[in-house]
């Protein structure tokens, strides 16, 4: 299955500034959101979505991804260290092999899966959070194998040369992300979007990495349960 990413970023700007509009219409009606204690307040959650990525054989596509997190915040900022995992179907790419004198070698792929650690933000604190982000992580394509009509000299090129693909298949990068929670007790439903930057030249994948993900936190209680009071 393949899905379009064209319409991801305005959603979210959408989504995002009528959460905030709902937010400022409800205080300026009276309403005052209730105190909560979030000081060093921990959450795992799980998530599922899309991910979408280009290759040196195909434009930029989405597949199905899942993943989980674990997350700690602290007021109105945190962290977020996640990974997730995207299943595709024989995937197409390909690199330029130096140890079959810079021929280009087709390879196909079925997973791509990314770690991930982001520092996120919460302007507004009441029962829907818009929240944003800016992190870092490592993008890896799982597992490259070669087209099954390629040619090697020897069993020591092939060899050389599977060792070059998974040199290629990952790489570092810097996200940046948007997104919103619904909370309820100890239970939020999200939704967010994330951009990566691109892999380095001449990488498996390339050009930049999006995704939308949804999914479950679940509250695991905070650090402090002996403090009470504050506010935001």
Same mark, same amino acid.
């Given at each position: ?34 105190? /909560?204690?979030?000081r060093?307040k ?5 998530e ?7 290759? &040196?054989?195909?434009?930029m =596509? +989405?597949?199905?991804?899942? +993943? ?6 602290s %007021? /109105?900022? !945190?962290? &977020?260290l996640?990974v997730?995992?995207? @299943?595709?179907? =024989?995937?197409p790419?390909? @690199?330029?092999?130096?140890?079959? !004198? ?10 791509? %899966? ?16 818009p ?6 992580? @490592? ?17 020591? &090129?092939a ?11 990952? =790489?570092?990068?810097? =996200?940046?992300l $948007?997104?919103f929670? @619904? ?22 994948? /390339?050009?930049?990495? &999006?995704?939308?993900m ?5 509250s695991?209680?905070? $650090? ?9």
């Amino acid at each position: 299955m393949r899905f379009t990413p064209r319409f991801l970023p305005g959603l979210f700007l959408a989504l995002g500034a009528g959460s905030l509009s709902a937010q400022s219409a409800r205080l300026e009606n009276g309403e005052v959101p209730k105190v /909560r204690d979030d000081r060093f307040k921990w959450a795992i959650g799980a998530e599922g979505g899309v991910l979408f990525f280009s290759t &040196q054989r195909q434009t930029m =596509s +989405g597949i199905p991804a899942a +993943g989980a997190h674990f997350s700690v915040v602290s %007021r /109105r900022g !945190g962290v &977020q260290l996640g990974v997730d995992e995207a @299943f595709g179907s =024989s995937e197409p790419t390909a @690199f330029v092999d130096p140890n079959g !004198g810079n021929v280009t070698r087709e390879v196909q792929f079925d997973r791509i %899966r990314r770690y991930g650690v982001t520092l996120t933000g919460y302007p507004v604190r009441g029962m829907v959070e818009p929240y944003f982000g800016v992190g870092f992580g @490592f993008l890896q394509v799982i597992d490259p194998q070669f087209d099954p009509n390629t040619v090697f000299t020897s069993n020591a &090129q092939a060899a050389q040369s599977l060792a070059t693909a998974k040199d290629l298949s990952a =790489s570092g990068f810097v =996200s940046f992300l $948007a997104g919103f929670q @619904f909370r309820i007790s100890g239970v939020a439903a999200f939704a967010a979007y994330q951009v990566n930057t691109a892999p380095r030249q001449g990488d498996l994948l /390339r050009g930049t990495g &999006q995704s939308i993900m949804g999914g479950f936190r679940i509250s695991l209680g905070t $650090a402090r349960e002996d403090i009470k009071g504050g506010g935001y």
